[in-house]
């Protein structure tokens, strides 16, 4: 039911973002909804000295696990396989969804619970476990809730973010048999429990994300809030992880203070309410766990991210969606607006790789590049720098070489190149420049003294400058 929205022509990004904008209602609520993330993580960091030396270490653990990438995933492999799980590497989303599948038909699974996961968003397994007849059903409250609306997550922490008590509850009315409109949220949140406790114990395998994965010790760390995740790593008889190959650590040490960061950042929690460290499947003599445990490692363009020394950055990421709560563009178009599975910042500067840059570079011009978003990343993670370059990838000459992404060139249009032919011209010979010059002081005078609609719409801190015309229009006697 989850759709997975490819975007493609710039015209639909900006179709997308008109009607958010359109539409006060959405934009009041993503706009509290934000002002309430904020606050609560800057409640988590009183102490600005703290916060920038956790991130110094935040940072500094996860630029050595990518600089370390292949030893440490070679090792987690051999720790993993020692533990007793299974290792699957994945390069496209539709292997990744071959190896899940092939997991399923061989224990004849017919229905799945899913914890959160935005891998398995990210390469559409609901619909591929759909399409061969096994259920996949949402078990985290927000992805609940987007599924059963039959839409995507708009928020990579916070799925439903988009959605008011108001909406839920007309939502759980029509869709959940016997249930009555009503918006006190507790009466909804035990709704929701109600329904999916029936789904653990139904279901044949349980499917997780990992947040991190510690090579030392070949150990898989969930972090979450409401306990699905445990039921679904534990119940079923299968558990199936996914995750990114960049979700690597050396030692579990390493995992302390990421996790502060992530959860400080993400939810404004100190801890969150659950931390499950999966090491293996059950053992001879234990009463519960899954008999098998696998981990399906997926690639799907982080290869790319990963050959690029400036954006290697990219993949330091822990997933917390600070950037997005602290973007100004997030804040007024919301999630669905990108059409990617990522949005925000992570997704402008992610998705790239994923989907190319023919299909994605309007996002990474979609940015008022205020910095907000590299300020907040709890693992400092250069985003603004990182937009401008995707730009420059963007408007690249497919064949210069400045165009070293799948997709670069791809917003480069002919009026650019010959405005840009021109630029080199007159800039590249003194008799034109000088001539240029004097043709444009003298221009000056066309300009609109109206101003533009951008500035129109803001209030100006200081009095706008009067034209020098004026000036001395005034000055006549
Ligand atoms: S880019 Fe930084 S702030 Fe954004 S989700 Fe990733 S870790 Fe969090």
Same mark, same amino acid.
């Given at each position: 039911?989850?759709?997975?929205?490819?975007?493609?022509?710039?015209?639909? $990004?900006?179709?997308?973002?008109?009607?958010?904008?359109?539409? *006060?209602?959405?934009?009041?609520?993503?706009?509290?909804? /934000?002002d309430?993330l904020?606050?609560?993580r800057?409640?988590?960091?009183?102490?600005?000295?703290?916060?920038?030396?956790?991130r110094?270490?935040?940072?500094?653990?996860?630029?050595?696990?990518?600089?370390?990438?292949?030893?440490?995933?070679?090792?987690?492999?051999?720790?993993?396989?020692?533990?007793?799980?299974?290792?699957?590497?994945?390069?496209?989303?539709?292997?990744?969804?071959a190896?899940? #599948?092939g997991i399923?038909?061989?224990?004849?699974?017919?229905?799945?619970?899913?914890?959160?996961s935005?891998?398995?968003?990210?390469?559409?397994?609901?619909? %591929?476990?759909?399409?061969?007849?096994i259920?996949?059903?949402?078990?985290?409250?927000?992805?609940?809730? +987007?599924?059963?609306?039959?839409?995507?997550?708009?928020?990579?922490? /916070?799925p %439903?973010?988009?959605?008011?008590?108001?909406?839920?509850?007309r939502l759980?009315?029509?869709e959940?048999?016997g249930v009555?409109?009503?918006?006190?949220?507790?009466?909804l949140?035990?709704?929701?429990?109600?329904?999916?406790?029936?789904?653990?114990?139904?279901a044949d395998?349980?499917?997780?994300?990992v947040?991190f994965? =510690?090579?030392?010790?070949?150990?898989?760390?969930l972090?979450?809030?409401e306990?699905n995740g445990?039921m679904?790593?534990?119940?079923?008889?299968?558990h199936?992880?996914?995750?990114?190959?960049?979700? =690597?650590?050396?030692?579990?040490?390493?995992?302390?203070?990421?996790?502060?960061?992530?959860?400080r950042?993400?939810?404004?929690?100190? +801890?969150?309410?659950? $931390?499950?460290?999966?090491?293996?499947?059950?053992?001879p003599?234990?009463?519960?766990?899954p008999q098998? =445990?696998?981990?399906?490692?997926?690639?799907?363009?982080?290869?790319?991210a990963? %050959?690029?020394a400036?954006?290697?950055?990219?993949?330091?990421?822990?997933?917390?969606?600070?950037?997005?709560?602290?973007?100004?563009?997030?804040a007024?178009?919301?999630?669905?607006?990108?059409?990617?599975?990522?949005?925000?910042?992570?997704?402008?500067?992610?998705s *790239?790789?994923?989907?190319? #840059?023919?299909?994605?570079?309007?996002?990474?011009?979609?940015?008022?590049?205020c910095?907000?978003?590299?300020?907040?990343?709890?693992?400092?993670?250069?985003?603004?720098?990182?937009?401008?370059?995707?730009?420059?990838?963007?408007?690249?000459?497919?064949?210069?070489?400045?165009?070293?992404?799948?997709?670069?060139?791809?917003?480069?249009?002919v %009026?650019?190149?010959? =405005?840009?032919?021109?630029?080199?011209?007159?800039?590249?010979?003194?008799?034109?420049?000088?001539?240029?010059?004097?043709? /444009?002081?003298?221009?000056?005078?066309?300009?609109?003294?109206e101003?533009?609609?951008?500035?129109?719409?803001?209030?100006p801190?200081?009095?706008?400058?009067?034209?020098?015309?004026?000036?001395?229009?005034?000055?006549?006697?």
């Amino acid at each position: 039911m989850n759709q997975v929205i490819r975007i493609h022509p710039m015209d639909d $990004f900006k179709a997308r973002s008109r009607e958010v904008l359109n539409n *006060p209602a959405q934009r009041k609520n993503f706009r509290g909804a /934000m002002d309430f993330l904020q606050a609560k993580r800057r409640a988590q960091f009183p102490d600005a000295q703290e916060l920038e030396g956790l991130r110094e270490l935040g940072a500094a653990i996860r630029h050595y696990s990518l600089a370390h990438l292949p030893r440490l995933l070679e090792q987690l492999e051999a720790r993993l396989t020692a533990n007793g799980i299974q290792v699957h590497w994945a390069q496209t989303p539709d292997e990744a969804n071959a190896i899940a #599948l092939g997991i399923a038909r061989r224990v004849q699974a017919k229905k799945i619970i899913k914890g959160k996961s935005m891998v398995s968003e990210e390469v559409g397994f609901n619909h %591929a476990m759909e399409a061969a007849g096994i259920e996949a059903f949402e078990s985290d409250m927000g992805e609940y809730i +987007v599924q059963l609306a039959g839409e995507a997550p708009s928020h990579i922490i /916070m799925p %439903a973010i988009h959605k008011t008590k108001q909406e839920i509850a007309r939502l759980f009315e029509q869709e959940i048999p016997g249930v009555a409109y009503t918006e006190d949220v507790d009466a909804l949140i035990r709704v929701g429990r109600r329904v999916l406790r029936r789904k653990f114990a139904d279901a044949d395998i349980g499917l997780s994300g990992v947040n991190f994965a =510690v090579a030392e010790t070949g150990t898989l760390c969930l972090v979450e809030n409401e306990g699905n995740g445990r039921m679904c790593t534990t119940v079923p008889r299968v558990h199936i992880a996914i995750t990114g190959i960049e979700k =690597v650590v050396e030692k579990l040490e390493h995992v302390v203070p990421l996790y502060s960061l992530l959860s400080r950042s993400a939810t404004g929690q100190a +801890v969150t309410t659950y $931390f499950n460290l999966i090491s293996g499947p059950r053992q001879p003599g234990e009463k519960d766990g899954p008999q098998e =445990v696998h981990l399906i490692l997926l690639d799907n363009g982080r290869t790319q991210a990963y %050959a690029d020394a400036q954006l290697r950055a990219t993949l330091q990421c822990i997933r917390c969606g600070a950037c997005m709560n602290h973007c100004p563009v997030y804040a007024r178009i919301g999630g669905h607006a990108y059409g990617t599975t990522y949005p925000g910042p992570i997704g402008a500067i992610i998705s *790239p790789h994923m989907l190319g #840059l023919e299909s994605t570079y309007p996002l990474a011009f979609a940015s008022t590049l205020c910095g907000a978003c590299a300020e907040v990343c709890p693992v400092k993670i250069p985003i603004t720098d990182i937009l401008v370059r995707l730009r420059n990838e963007a408007m690249a000459r497919p064949d210069s070489d400045d165009a070293t992404l799948r997709g670069s060139g791809t917003a480069r249009t002919v %009026a650019n190149t010959a =405005v840009w032919n021109v630029w080199a011209q007159v800039y590249g010979k003194l008799g034109f420049y000088k001539l240029a010059s004097w043709f /444009m002081s003298r221009g000056r005078a066309l300009s609109p003294s109206e101003q533009g609609a951008w500035t129109r719409s803001r209030t100006p801190l200081v009095p706008a400058p009067k034209r020098l015309r004026d000036l001395l229009k005034e000055r006549k006697p």
